[in-house]
Nanobody
């Protein structure tokens, strides 16, 4: 059984910062790519940022968050983080952690999702 648990829910003022964390636990053989997605009310879920497992981690970002958000991971702790700076009201959404995880049952990896954490940017 694999679980992803996000933390960092909060209400932040425009221009503020917030750090989201996601911890993977369970019978994990290895973790491939990790990512953060978000879903705003009435909109589809979208990729915010992703990071590979290779080396120091190759990252990619949605254009709307480039230069403001930073994704990172700690492989020893099976964790991924999203540092969000200069937050804007349009960043308000439920943020989901995603990871491709290899287990004994699925050794090539499959996608797992956290339950999501609400980030509200408002004055």
């Amino acid at each position: 059984q694999v679980q992803l648990v996000e933390s960092g829910v909060g209400l932040v003022q425009p221009g503020g910062s917030l750090r989201l964390s996601c911890a993977a636990s369970g019978s994990i053989l290895g973790i491939n790519g990790m990512a953060w997605y978000r879903q705003a009310p009435g909109k589809e879920r979208e990729l915010v940022a992703g990071i590979t497992s290779v080396g120091v981690g190759i990252t990619n970002y949605a254009n709307s968050v480039k230069g403001r958000f930073t994704i990172s991971r700690d492989n020893a702790k099976n964790m991924v983080y999203l540092q969000m700076n200069n937050l804007k009201p349009e960043d308000t959404a439920v943020y989901y952690c995603n990871a491709n995880i290899a287990t004994m049952r699925v050794y090539y990896g499959m996608d797992y999702w956290g339950k999501g954490t609400l980030v509200t940017v408002s004055s």
